[in-house]
């Protein structure tokens, strides 16, 4: 039973087309976020959702909006996309926001591998 | 004062050595330090983490070494295997996550 599942795995997709990623959590953690994994490995946080309320936006362009429909899910919808856009982007999930208080371990889903051409 | 260096980038080391992964960090807010295991083509897991009132926390064949007063951590792995071989990510925490670069670890058989 994945704890935390994001769809799809793998899209190669042309600039400028938008294209959105889903992602679901079965642990009923309060807290989801989105981090962004480029080629050299280095993990960047984009947006955190606490109960829908989106808590931390990371300086990401526009065009990358996220939408919590409720606190299982977290979708990112990215429009006009760009080469450098290319990147593994990870769903992650925690029990709450209040991270190092409470030693929040973050679990991460299994990423989807977004290709601008 | 946000950031964790992390080092070294790439590692490579004998089945049976030890692999030696270091971070440091300069605000002192942070209050909790994990370290992240990731295997090609999935997402990074929990490890082993640490919290700044203990000098040492050993897991296995993993042990996480904290220096409060130089700010500095690191990763040991004893007798390593094949299969540590992955991507380590070390943390530092205070009211979010600030991850390290990445050490890309290979282990010969």
């Known amino acids: 039973d994945t704890a935390v599942s994001q769809t799809p795995k793998y899209l190669v997709t042309q600039m400028g087309n938008d294209k959105s990623i889903k992602c679901e959590q079965n642990l009923g953690h309060d807290t989801m976020y989105w981090y962004k994994q480029d080629s050299k490995k280095f993990l960047k946080i984009m947006f955190s959702y606490n109960n829908k309320e989106l808590i931390i936006n990371e300086t990401v362009p526009n065009r990358f909006s996220p939408k919590s429909p409720d606190k299982a899910h977290l979708n990112l919808h990215i429009n006009s996309l760009e080469l450098g856009d290319s990147a593994v982007y990870f769903c992650?999930?925690?029990?709450?926001?209040?991270?190092?208080?409470?030693?929040?371990?973050?679990?991460f889903g299994e990423g989807s591998w977004l290709t601008v051409v | 004062q946000q950031q964790v260096k992390q080092s070294p980038q790439s590692l490579i080391v004998q089945k049976g050595g030890i692999s030696i992964i270091n971070c440091a960090y300069e605000?002192?807010?942070?209050?909790?330090f994990p370290w992240y295991q990731q295997f090609p083509g999935k997402g990074p897991a929990l490890l082993i983490a640490i919290r700044p009132d203990v000098s040492e926390k050993k897991e296995g064949r993993f042990t996480i070494s904290f220096n409060k007063s130089a700010k500095q951590f690191s990763l040991h792995i004893m007798d390593s295997q094949p299969g540590d071989s992955a991507t380590y990510f070390c943390?530092?925490?205070?009211?979010?996550?600030?991850f390290g670069t990445g050490t890309r670890l290979k282990v010969l058989a």
């Open positions: 605000n002192t807010a942070f209050d909790y």
């Open positions: 943390a530092a925490v205070s009211y979010k996550y600030i």
């Open positions: 992650a999930s925690s029990q709450d926001h209040q991270q190092g208080s409470s030693g929040n371990t973050i679990y």
